[in-house]
Protein backbone atom coordinates (compact mmCIF):
# COMPACT_ATOMS: atom_id res chain seq x y z
CA UNK A 1 0.00 0.00 0.00
CA UNK A 2 1.21 3.43 -0.76
CA UNK A 3 0.79 6.04 1.71
CA UNK A 4 1.41 9.57 0.09
CA UNK A 5 1.66 10.97 3.77
CA UNK A 6 5.19 9.41 4.19
CA UNK A 7 7.82 11.95 2.98
CA UNK A 8 10.28 14.82 4.26
CA UNK A 9 11.42 14.84 7.82
CA UNK A 10 9.99 12.54 10.40
CA UNK A 11 10.78 13.54 13.79
CA UNK A 12 11.37 11.04 16.54
CA UNK A 13 10.59 12.16 20.04
CA UNK A 14 13.84 11.74 22.96
CA UNK A 15 13.25 10.22 25.85
CA UNK A 16 11.77 13.59 27.98
CA UNK A 17 10.09 13.23 30.95
CA UNK A 18 9.25 16.50 31.36
CA UNK A 19 5.96 17.02 29.14
CA UNK A 20 5.78 20.90 28.68
CA UNK A 21 9.34 20.86 27.87
CA UNK A 22 8.76 17.44 25.40
CA UNK A 23 5.71 19.52 23.84
CA UNK A 24 7.88 23.04 23.41
CA UNK A 25 10.92 21.23 21.70
CA UNK A 26 7.81 19.00 19.36
CA UNK A 27 6.01 22.46 18.50
CA UNK A 28 9.40 23.85 17.15
CA UNK A 29 9.85 20.95 15.20
CA UNK A 30 6.51 21.12 13.52
CA UNK A 31 6.85 24.97 12.94
CA UNK A 32 9.59 24.00 11.23
CA UNK A 33 8.55 21.85 8.62
CA UNK A 34 8.38 18.15 10.19
CA UNK A 35 5.73 16.01 8.28
CA UNK A 36 5.27 13.40 10.72
CA UNK A 37 5.79 12.91 14.60
CA UNK A 38 6.64 9.67 15.91
CA UNK A 39 5.74 9.32 20.25
CA UNK A 40 8.81 7.02 21.51
CA UNK A 41 9.91 7.34 25.36
CA UNK A 42 11.70 4.18 26.35
CA UNK A 43 11.99 6.50 29.73
CA UNK A 44 8.53 6.91 30.42
CA UNK A 45 6.27 4.70 33.19
CA UNK A 46 2.13 3.70 31.92
CA UNK A 47 0.84 7.44 32.91
CA UNK A 48 3.50 9.40 31.27
CA UNK A 49 3.25 7.97 28.09
CA UNK A 50 -0.59 8.41 28.00
CA UNK A 51 -0.04 11.89 28.96
CA UNK A 52 2.51 12.75 27.14
CA UNK A 53 0.65 11.06 24.48
CA UNK A 54 -2.49 13.11 24.42
CA UNK A 55 -0.62 15.78 24.56
CA UNK A 56 0.87 15.23 21.10
CA UNK A 57 -2.25 14.42 19.52
CA UNK A 58 -3.47 17.49 20.09
CA UNK A 59 -0.58 19.55 18.98
CA UNK A 60 -0.20 17.46 15.94
CA UNK A 61 -3.70 17.99 15.39
CA UNK A 62 -3.23 21.66 15.38
CA UNK A 63 -0.63 21.49 12.86
CA UNK A 64 -2.21 18.77 10.38
CA UNK A 65 0.66 16.77 10.91
CA UNK A 66 0.24 12.81 11.89
CA UNK A 67 0.97 11.50 14.91
CA UNK A 68 2.59 8.00 14.79
CA UNK A 69 3.05 5.57 17.78
CA UNK A 70 5.62 3.74 18.34
CA UNK A 71 5.23 0.08 19.73
CA UNK A 72 2.03 1.07 21.63
CA UNK A 73 -1.39 -0.09 20.02
CA UNK A 74 -3.48 0.49 23.08
CA UNK A 75 -1.89 3.88 23.25
CA UNK A 76 -2.28 4.81 19.47
CA UNK A 77 -5.99 3.67 19.81
CA UNK A 78 -6.78 5.81 22.89
CA UNK A 79 -5.19 9.02 21.77
CA UNK A 80 -6.74 8.75 17.78
CA UNK A 81 -2.94 9.06 16.27
CA UNK A 82 -2.32 8.85 12.93
CA UNK A 83 -0.91 5.41 13.25
CA UNK A 84 1.68 2.74 14.57
CA UNK A 85 5.23 2.12 13.98
CA UNK A 86 6.56 -1.96 14.85
CA UNK A 87 9.35 -4.02 15.62
CA UNK A 88 9.78 -7.48 14.41
CA UNK A 89 9.03 -8.37 17.80
CA UNK A 90 5.91 -6.57 18.34
CA UNK A 91 2.22 -7.49 17.24
CA UNK A 92 1.52 -8.41 13.84
CA UNK A 93 0.35 -6.62 11.10
CA UNK A 94 -3.10 -8.40 10.98
CA UNK A 95 -3.63 -7.58 14.78
CA UNK A 96 -3.03 -3.76 14.34
CA UNK A 97 -4.81 -3.48 11.26
CA UNK A 98 -7.69 -4.88 12.55
CA UNK A 99 -7.53 -2.47 15.81
CA UNK A 100 -6.54 0.78 13.47
CA UNK A 101 -8.51 0.00 10.48
CA UNK A 102 -7.42 0.51 6.80
CA UNK A 103 -7.35 4.36 6.78
CA UNK A 104 -4.34 4.42 9.66
CA UNK A 105 -0.93 4.64 9.02
CA UNK A 106 1.54 1.41 9.74
CA UNK A 107 5.44 1.51 9.69
CA UNK A 108 7.80 -1.34 10.11
CA UNK A 109 11.16 -1.41 11.09
CA UNK A 110 12.82 -3.59 8.68
CA UNK A 111 16.78 -2.85 9.87
CA UNK A 112 18.94 -3.80 7.13
CA UNK A 113 17.19 -6.68 5.60
CA UNK A 114 15.52 -5.89 2.13
CA UNK A 115 13.49 -9.83 2.41
CA UNK A 116 11.90 -8.29 5.50
CA UNK A 117 10.69 -5.34 3.55
CA UNK A 118 9.65 -7.14 0.63
CA UNK A 119 7.73 -9.59 2.85
CA UNK A 120 6.25 -5.76 4.96
CA UNK A 121 5.00 -5.05 1.30
CA UNK A 122 3.15 -8.04 0.79
CA UNK A 123 1.29 -7.67 4.60
CA UNK A 124 0.11 -4.34 4.02
CA UNK A 125 2.64 -1.92 5.42
CA UNK A 126 2.41 1.98 4.77
CA UNK A 127 6.11 2.15 5.05
CA UNK A 128 9.13 0.78 6.27
CA UNK A 129 12.38 1.82 7.78
CA UNK A 130 16.01 0.93 7.09
CA UNK A 131 18.64 2.04 9.73
CA UNK A 132 21.00 2.60 11.44
CA UNK A 133 22.80 3.93 8.51
CA UNK A 134 24.83 5.82 10.85
CA UNK A 135 26.32 5.68 14.27
CA UNK A 136 23.32 6.01 16.44
CA UNK A 137 23.36 7.92 19.71
CA UNK A 138 19.61 7.01 20.15
CA UNK A 139 19.85 3.38 19.30
CA UNK A 140 24.18 2.53 19.81
CA UNK A 141 23.45 -1.17 19.59
CA UNK A 142 21.67 -0.77 15.89
CA UNK A 143 22.64 -3.05 13.14
CA UNK A 144 24.38 -1.14 10.49
CA UNK A 145 22.70 -0.45 7.35
CA UNK A 146 23.99 0.52 3.40
CA UNK A 147 23.21 2.73 1.32
CA UNK A 148 23.10 -0.13 -1.79
CA UNK A 149 20.11 -1.46 0.46
CA UNK A 150 18.48 1.96 -0.57
CA UNK A 151 19.03 0.87 -3.83
CA UNK A 152 17.94 -2.55 -3.60
CA UNK A 153 14.45 -1.31 -2.07
CA UNK A 154 13.76 0.99 -4.86
CA UNK A 155 14.18 -1.54 -7.46
CA UNK A 156 12.09 -3.81 -5.52
CA UNK A 157 9.87 -1.98 -3.32
CA UNK A 158 6.37 0.57 -4.01
CA UNK A 159 6.11 1.11 -0.26
CA UNK A 160 7.58 4.27 1.07
CA UNK A 161 11.18 3.88 2.67
CA UNK A 162 12.56 5.68 5.67
CA UNK A 163 15.58 6.04 6.59
CA UNK A 164 16.73 5.98 10.60
CA UNK A 165 20.41 5.96 12.86
CA UNK A 166 22.84 8.48 13.30
CA UNK A 167 21.11 11.03 10.36
CA UNK A 168 22.39 14.76 10.59
CA UNK A 169 22.38 17.50 7.75
CA UNK A 170 25.76 16.29 6.19
CA UNK A 171 24.83 13.01 5.85
CA UNK A 172 21.01 13.03 4.98
CA UNK A 173 21.50 14.26 1.65
CA UNK A 174 23.10 11.59 0.33
CA UNK A 175 20.31 9.01 1.37
CA UNK A 176 17.57 10.94 0.12
CA UNK A 177 19.59 11.16 -3.03
CA UNK A 178 19.97 7.70 -2.91
CA UNK A 179 16.22 6.66 -2.40
CA UNK A 180 14.82 7.25 1.29
CA UNK A 181 11.40 8.95 0.85
CA UNK A 182 11.93 10.51 4.63
CA UNK A 183 14.18 10.10 6.87
CA UNK A 184 13.65 9.81 10.80
CA UNK A 185 15.61 12.26 13.29
CA UNK A 186 15.68 12.14 16.67
CA UNK A 187 18.92 13.49 18.22
CA UNK A 188 20.26 15.75 15.64
CA UNK A 189 16.96 17.46 15.61
CA UNK A 190 15.54 17.78 19.56
CA UNK A 191 19.21 18.31 20.68
CA UNK A 192 20.05 21.20 18.27
CA UNK A 193 20.35 24.70 19.60
CA UNK A 194 17.70 25.92 17.58
CA UNK A 195 15.08 23.30 16.35
CA UNK A 196 12.99 25.21 14.18
CA UNK A 197 15.66 26.44 12.01
CA UNK A 198 17.26 22.80 12.33
CA UNK A 199 14.02 21.24 10.94
CA UNK A 200 13.76 23.96 8.26
CA UNK A 201 16.75 23.14 7.34
CA UNK A 202 16.62 19.07 7.04
CA UNK A 203 12.82 19.66 5.24
CA UNK A 204 14.71 22.18 2.52
CA UNK A 205 16.78 18.87 1.45
CA UNK A 206 13.75 17.20 0.11
CA UNK A 207 13.41 20.01 -2.64
Known sequence: MVCPEIGGLYAITPNQIDTEGLLIMTEQALAGGVRLIQYRNKAAGTELLREQAHALAHLCQKYSVPLIINDHLGLAIEVKAAGLHIGQTDISIREARYWLGKRKIIG???YNCLDLAIRAEVQGFDYVAFGAFYASVTKPEAVPASIDLLHQAK????????????????NAEILIK???NAIAVCSTLFCAQNIQST????SRLFY
Open 108 to 110: ASC
Open 178 to 180: NGS
Open 199 to 202: AKQF
Open 155 to 170: KRLLTPVVAIGGINLI
